[in-house]
């Protein structure tokens, strides 16, 4: 049951905690995702309005987070107050490492839904958490976690207001929608943004990831919602599909008057119709919400510190243009080809293994967009696997509403199930999850694949 009330109040009283603590030096940690990132720089920004000395740390789960606070609180002294966004569904664990810690403040501002074994009862004086799940809320339709922080920042510095831009491209690789399906807390901060000037918004056709191609026939091939099964992410097959049917392939898709985008919904349907945001005073990827949150994502999963540059620049240099170009390449061919690809199947999920070039981002990206398309059967969940790295191997979860009601199952609980067999760190939420385990616990697991369908 969702309960709105209960959820603001205690968002007011973290912020309040915050205002009487008066912290003089902050620890920013978040996620390296285009969610994540944009939550710290939300973060790190009303900082340094509010003339309060920062550091920011983008942390990836490698350590424990007993050991990574150590870590932090050893090499930066006098940290009185840290944040953690679009991260910390581990609550149990961060108690019990800030209850050593009774003058440091944490004020968790994550979105991820608890599992049953992390959930608190009782939080110390000095532990503040504000995750919108544990009153319902659904962390990705309802309210990401850059939106969450923008909804605390807002409260503390009316600067912030200007900064709602930043929410808006954080969101929209959460939700996986147009614009014009935003609802709640995401819609309320989207809102704002438009009252503020500071976006605005495209009425017509909506080619998600596409958007920022200058051809019509380049939007259709890259775009990822939806995801044009007939095209296959072919940039041959959209322009031969555009030409058959009368419509310039080299014509621009913000372009497209009334009549040409009649045309367009012709040929690949009513699905896309829709709204895509503008971010004001940017150009190229980075003038639209979703390919800009993207391209952070793309980066971030590399280079933090080259992510971040980007939300301050303008316009995107040449090298990042090149590195989403690249990716998105890469995606929709493996989108385009999953289906003859899946090498193991049992009765309640679809297996599937990339090979030895898949980054991580690719192995959940893959797993959303085919999940989030319906490129393969509701009745069914699909784990996505990858080599992360020499010692470990990154799986995705991905599944539909309609399984989570009729299995009354979700990724978060079933990875939890899963790694308490197999060992590993994962978690997330209903519909999406993520775990990472070592090379021989993988092995181990890929065996006993079967054991998916007897936790379910």
């Known amino acids: 049951m969702v309960d709105t009330t209960n959820f603001f109040t205690e968002l007011e009283f973290g912020i309040a905690a915050f205002q009487d603590l008066k912290p003089k030096h902050v620890l920013s940690v978040s996620h390296n995702d285009g969610d994540g990132l944009t939550a710290s720089a939300l973060i790190c920004k009303t900082m340094d309005f509010l003339r309060v000395e920062r550091v920011q740390k983008i942390f990836e789960r490698s350590e424990s987070w007993e050991n990574f606070f150590d870590s932090m609180m050893g090499k930066y002294k006098g940290i009185d107050a840290v944040f953690l966004t679009d991260l910390g569904a581990e609550e149990k664990q961060l108690c019990a490492t800030f209850q050593k810690r009774k003058g440091v403040h944490l004020f968790i501002l994550d979105h ?29 339709r309802d309210i990401a976690g850059s939106t969450l922080t923008y909804l605390f920042c807002e409260k503390l510095s009316p600067r912030v207001r200007k900064l709602s831009w930043l929410p808006v491209v954080g969101m929209a690789g959460d939700i996986l929608k147009s614009a014009d399906k935003y609802v709640s807390c995401n819609k309320q901060v989207l809102d704002i943004a438009l009252e503020e000037g500071v ?6 056709v909506a080619f998600l990831g596409g958007m920022a191609e200058n051809k019509l026939q380049d939007t259709l091939s890259f775009s990822l919602l939806p995801f044009l099964k007939e095209i296959g992410g072919s940039h041959n097959k959209a322009r031969e599909l555009l030409t058959r049917a009368g419509i310039d392939p080299g014509k621009n898709v913000i372009a497209l008057g009334n009549d040409d985008i009649e045309d367009v919904v012709k040929v690949v349907g009513e699905a896309i119709r829709g709204q895509t945001v503008l971010i004001a005073g940017k150009e190229g990827l980075l003038r639209h919400s979703f390919e800009y949150n993207f391209l952070v994502s793309i980066v971030g999963d590399k280079r933090h510190e080259d992510a971040l540059r980007l939300l301050d620049l303008k316009k ?75 010692k470990e191997y990154k799986l995705s979860f991905r599944c539909t509403p309609e399984f989570v009601k009729a299995k009354k199952i979700g990724m978060g609980i079933l990875i939890e199930k899963c790694s308490k067999k197999y060992g590993g760190r ?29 936790f379910i």
Do not use: C
């Open 426 to 454: 994962g978690g997330g939420h209903d519909l999406a999850g993520g775990w990472t385990m070592p090379v021989e616990s993988y092995q181990e697991f890929k065996k006993n694949l079967k054991d998916i369908d007897a």
């Open 199 to 204: 976006v605005s918004l495209h009425d017509g």
């Open 316 to 390: 995107p240099q040449a090298v990042f243009v090149k590195e989403y170009t690249t990716y998105m390449q890469q995606l929709v061919t493996y989108l385009g080809r999953i289906n003859s690809k899946i090498s193991i199947e049992g009765s309640s999920y679809k297996f599937f293994e990339l090979g030895p070039d898949a980054t991580k981002q690719l192995v959940s990206d893959i797993a959303s967009f085919t999940s989030v398309n319906n490129l393969l059967t509701r009745e069914k969940l699909l784990v996505i696997a990858a080599k992360e790295s020499g």
């Open 112 to 140: 991820h839904k608890i599992s049953s074994s992390e959930q608190v009862d009782a939080y110390p004086e000095n532990v503040h958490s504000m995750n919108p799940t544990r009153f319902g809320l659904d962390g990705l």
